[in-house]
């Protein structure tokens, strides 16, 4: 019951900071930037202010499905973000290509984030098998592995979860740091857009930092668990 206890939390506090993140892009969109610039062509304007001329910008659907993919090395806006001339569409774009200077240059916590993807999905397989076999077959598992076991496999597992989480946050509030200095410094924005700006981002940071204090809160959950079975 505790670890249901604490998803429903996290899930409600998820829910709460994702509903304001929705309501201050809602309101910032409204505003039309003096300088009627598009979120694409903000994008553009910053990649090659820092010289990256092998990343793409494109659209995508969806709502807040903005994201930067180092793989194929494209800058993926959504439609309101990718057309939008507002201070909404250019907080949004230049984060994203905030993430896309990271990589250019580096940065050594996003290198760090991007290895350890294929160690979380691995993870998150494992779970998936472990919770699955606890609900469907929790005696046949005991006779496999012991709970003991079982319940460290949970705890690495989710270690991993809050390391990718807790390096996550550094790397977020950089490139929001890297796009709004840059949307300053180049005159993007007006004072006024600029605080319109930094308040988007700000709520869309503190999305990933519930995400980060959720998962250290459920590695602690599992390590008491843990430690309380040694005990017995």
């Known amino acids: 019951m505790g670890i249901i206890f604490i998803g429903l939390f996290f899930m409600i506090i ?51 499905t903005d994201h930067y993919n180092p793989a194929t090395k494209t800058v993926n806006l959504s439609e309101a973000v990718f057309t939008g001339r507002n201070a909404s569409a250019t907080a949004v774009a230049s984060h ?23 160690v979380q999905n691995i993870s998150s397989t494992i779970l998936n098998v472990i919770f699955m076999a606890m609900i469907f077959g929790g005696a046949l598992l005991q006779n496999i592995i012991p709970w003991s076991t079982a319940i460290l496999v949970i705890v ?34 007006t004072p006024q857009e600029y605080d319109m700006a930094k308040d988007a981002l700000k709520w869309a940071a503190m999305t990933y930092v519930v995400v980060a204090i959720g998962a250290v809160v459920t590695l602690m959950y599992y390590l008491m668990i843990l430690f309380a079975g040694r005990r017995d």
């Open 14 to 64: 998820g829910m709460i900071v994702s509903s304001k993140l929705k309501s201050k892009f809602k309101k910032y969109s409204e505003v039309h930037l003096a300088k009627d610039l598009s979120g694409e062509q903000v994008a553009k304007l910053m990649l090659a202010d820092h010289g990256i001329n092998d990343v793409k910008v494109t659209c995508v659907e969806g709502q807040l």
């Open 96 to 118: 994203e290509c905030g993430h896309a200077v990271q990589h250019a240059t580096a940065y050594s916590m996003l290198s760090l984030r991007s290895a350890l993807v294929p």
């Open 156 to 189: 690495l597992c989710y270690a991993v979860f809050a390391l990718f989480a807790l390096i996550t946050l550094p790397v977020e509030f950089d490139a929001s740091n890297r796009a709004l200095a840059w949307v300053k410094s180049r005159s993007i924005v």
